[in-house]
């Protein structure tokens, strides 16, 4: 159980697996650079805490996780917490809370905690992710349209009003920068999805300002140089009346980077039909976090779009996720000089771009149609977290989570595999039908989900298997390890059969029990599918997969 994924998966290894995993992390850390310099600016801290955060952090969640595949470092959900407590607590306070944070999530990992998180409902995930989303979208604002407001107030009500009464302070060719690194970043993967679109609008938008001349406010102008070393690990200063006082944003950090990294850990388990190491993973991420901010980082998690990235381009051990922190500590070593000139109102529009993805808004629109006690849930944590902290937010959600387990749990018959779920069982060696033993037929990919299907990831799902820029002509879904499946499940499962059918990909569903069947059943879903499409076991859905394939292949 606390074995970490590398020195399991090291009898792997291979040139053909190493090559695949180095190619994918380089790639990775040129996704992961604008994106850690504009979480660290967003979060109120100098823009080189991201950097050294992403290679620190980054380099220990892939040396000691539990996943295959994770790729750490900041990320947006962390914005708002980490805001709140330099404006407090300032930067030492932070590091401090960090550092105590790291504390934390070692022993819940140590504790076995880790099994317990991926049970939290669908419901609070989204409503402090989309509320989490709303004020990051509300902070970028200033920077996107140049305006001149001084210092703002904290209030998400109070910020707006600001907004708004100083509107005619806008500041044109910033406004003009950020809207064309906007179009750029949304375009952009039209014409490539292999060289990210927020690279393409820095460079584009940074050169146009230096050979413009344009009066644009920079990284340069608002922080000054971006170091290129890292220092020397140093202690933050602390006494016991100031860790008192950061017991519950520590508390905070923890659980929202346990909630962070096991989400973006089952996504990806989905993705290359792994199972993660839950616990391991726990460690991984408190260590992480311990380290990140002795060496001047801020808090560590797993980061679902960089490491659905990862799994993309061909990553599929923690090999890529070492090479992408190296490449990132290269690119800061090498080119800190050239970041500096970066604009402030593209950094704003990269982050107004996270903030739309995270913001989950059709899945929320989609959620307000479930049971009454969902939608009090969703619009309770989205509430909290806007108006009062994300701190409530958590612990009010949480309460509603346990709540919510408690009440479903107790009507599902199949408790075998929730208790298999909570033993955080690992899938080498103990499982004799995992998928890595089986020949996967040419143009078929497997998903294998895990957990009842009203928990945790299923929209993450559906979004990780869209991105791929070439779909497969058959897609398996395992569902061995579905007890059963609600509303917002089998909704999800629709949308995903009717848009695969779009893009040519076929759905395949293996070791589906007799509850979700019948739900299928009732829903219309196993219609749409076909009978002769659903299977008990994997080795004959991978059968019609392979026939699938072949008469797609031949034009039949």
């Not at 659905?308 to 890529?320: Q, S």
């Not at 690119?331 to 500096?340: Q, R, T």
Request: aromatic share 6%.
């Amino acid at each position: 159980m606390y074995k970490p994924k590398l020195f399991v998966l090291l009898r792997e290894l291979n040139r053909e697996r190493l090559v695949n995993d180095i190619v994918s992390g380089i790639l990775v850390g040129i996704v992961a650079l604008p994106l850690a310099i504009a979480f660290a600016i967003a979060s109120g801290v100098s823009p080189e805490k991201g950097l050294i955060t992403a290679v620190i952090g980054g380099f220990l969640v892939s040396l000691l996780g539990g996943s295959r595949v994770q790729i750490g470092g900041p990320t947006g959900a962390f914005i708002v917490i980490i805001y709140s407590i330099v404006q407090q607590y300032g930067v030492n306070g932070l590091m401090l809370a960090t550092l105590m944070a790291g504390v934390i999530l070692v022993f819940m990992g140590l504790a076995q905690f880790g099994s317990l998180i991926k049970f939290i409902p669908y419901p609070v995930i989204v409503g402090f992710t989309s509320g989490i989303a709303v004020i990051i979208f509300s902070t970028q604002i200033k920077d996107f349209l140049g305006l001149d407001t001084g210092t703002l107030p904290p209030d998400f009500i109070a910020k707006w009003a600001t907004y708004i009464a100083h509107l005619s302070t806008v500041h044109l060719p910033t406004f003009l920068i950020g809207i064309l690194a906007l179009a750029i970043i949304l375009l952009w993967p039209k014409v490539s999805r292999k060289i990210p679109g927020s690279i393409i609008a820095i460079i584009a938008t940074t050169t146009m300002v230096q050979l413009l001349q344009l009066d644009v406010a920079t990284i340069e102008t608002r922080f000054g140089d971006i170091p290129s070393t890292i220092a020397m690990p140093s202690i933050p200063v602390f006494d016991l009346a100031t860790i008192q006082q950061l017991i519950m944003p520590a508390t905070t950090i923890a659980i929202l980077a346990a909630i962070e990294a096991l989400l973006s850990a089952v996504v990806s388990d989905g993705m290359i039909g792994g199972r993660h190491k839950s616990n391991m993973e726990l460690i991984a991420q408190g260590v992480a976090n311990i380290a990140s901010p002795l060496f001047g980082g801020i808090p560590v998690t797993g980061a679902i779009a960089r490491t659905a990235t990862n799994v993309k381009n061909g990553g599929r051990t923690p090999v890529a996720g070492i090479v992408h922190a190296l490449t990132l500590l290269c690119i800061m070593l090498l080119f800190a000089s050239w970041a500096k000139l970066i604009p402030m109102a593209t950094l704003a529009a990269i982050l107004i771009v996270v903030a739309w993805n995270m913001s989950e808004y059709h899945v929320f629109l989609r959620l307000l149609k479930s049971p009454k006690s969902d939608v009090i849930v969703l619009l309770t944590t989205f509430g909290l977290t806007i108006i009062f902290d994300l701190t409530i937010a958590i612990e009010v959600g949480l309460l509603l989570a346990v709540i919510l387990f408690m009440q479903r749990m107790s009507g599902i018959a199949n408790v075998e595999i929730i208790t298999r779920e909570l033993k955080d069982r690992e899938e080498e060696g103990d499982d004799p039908n995992t998928i890595i033993t089986r020949t996967i037929p040419e143009g078929v990919e497997v998903y294998e989900i895990n957990g009842p299907f009203f928990f945790g990831a299923a929209s993450k799902f559906k979004e990780s298997m869209l991105i791929i820029e070439k779909p497969p002509s058959v897609r398996i879904l395992r569902m061995r390890n579905v007890p059963v499946i609600d509303a917002t499940g089998l909704n999800m499962l629709r949308e995903l059969v009717s848009d695969s059918k779009k893009r040519g990909t076929q759905t395949v569903l293996s070791g589906i029990h007799p509850e979700p069947l019948a739900a299928l059943k009732q829903y219309g879903l196993l219609e749409e599918i076909g009978k002769e499409n659903v299977f008990s076991h994997i080795d004959p859905a991978l059968e019609r997969a392979a026939q699938l394939s072949d008469s797609r292949s031949s034009g039949k």
